[in-house]
Antibody, heavy 126, light 108 residues
Framework: QVQLQESGPGLVKPSETLSLTCTVSGGSISSYFWSWIRQPPGKGLEWIGRINYSGNTNYKPSLKSRVTISLDTSKNQFSLKLSSVTVADTAVYYC????????????????????WGQGTLVTVSS | SSELTQDPAVSVALGQTVRITCQGD??????ANWYQKKPGQAPVLVIF???NRPSGIPDRFSGSRSGNTASLTITGAQAEDGADYYCNSRDSSGNHLVFGGGTKVTVL
């Protein structure tokens, strides 16, 4: 059973960079795609971006200029960096495995988040 | 605003059936997947693809789709089914993943 665990500072100052790491156990990081998702207090889930086993990334357009997701296969980890944070970036951040869906002809039918970390609260405050 | 639209809240009597919908143009081409979210807990995948349940998810949860609308049905709702439910799929460009705004289900 794949398990994920987020780690990183729980408090970040405005204008600084938020950095989180997700450690994957029970499976190889080379076997899936991997996403970061967040939930601000009192709001819904928001997909931030994902990385595949080759290191190719895909980010939410509105966050693209500030987000970097990277992979460390030697440690079975992937990471999130979000620069120039504001109070609006205060949220519970989750990492999740991301699997593809396909139609009968093999074409893309979407993707879903199978395994999730427990989440970590990051507060942006001076 | 989200590219996937969900009703903010629905209620259901204990043991009755409730349907939660997710609407969006992208759903004509891509499946919706469904997650149960309880306060202080990580989301849990309950339905993915056409109508697949991960191991451990009760068979009272089922999914369906028609046109630009996907639905999650809970048949015989239990008290523990009270939670927020989110759909996810691709956006209208097909290039990015998105979530619906979520539906709060209250079991009366």
């Amino acid at each position: 059973q794949v398990q994920l665990q987020e780690s990183g500072p729980g408090l970040v100052k405005p204008s600084e960079t938020l950095s989180l790491t997700c450690t994957v156990s029970g499976g190889s990081i080379s076997s899936y795609f991997w996403s970061w998702i967040r939930q601000p207090p009192g709001k819904g889930l928001e997909w931030i971006g994902r990385i595949n086993y080759s290191g190719n990334t895909n980010y939410k357009p509105s966050l693209k200029s500030r987000v970097t997701i990277s992979l460390d296969t030697s440690k079975n980890q992937f990471s999130l960096k979000l620069s120039s944070v504001t109070v609006a970036d205060t949220a519970v951040y989750y990492c999740a495995s991301t699997l593809g869906l396909y139609w009968y002809d093999g074409s893309d039918a979407g993707a879903y988040f199978q395994h999730w970390g427990q989440g970590t609260l990051v507060t942006v405050s001076s | 605003s989200s590219e996937l639209t969900q009703d903010p809240a629905v209620s259901v009597a204990l043991g009755q059936t409730v349907r939660i919908t997710c609407q969006g143009d992208s759903l004509r081409n891509y499946f919706a997947n469904w997650y149960q979210k309880k306060p202080g807990q990580a989301p849990v995948l309950v339905i993915f693809g056409k109508n697949n349940r991960p191991s451990g998810i009760p068979d009272r949860f089922s999914g369906s789709r028609s046109g630009n609308t996907a639905s999650l049905t809970i048949t015989g709702a239990q008290a523990e089914d009270g939670a927020d439910y989110y759909c996810n799929s691709r956006d209208s460009s097909g290039n990015h993943l998105v979530f619906g705004g979520g539906t709060k289900v209250t079991v009366l």
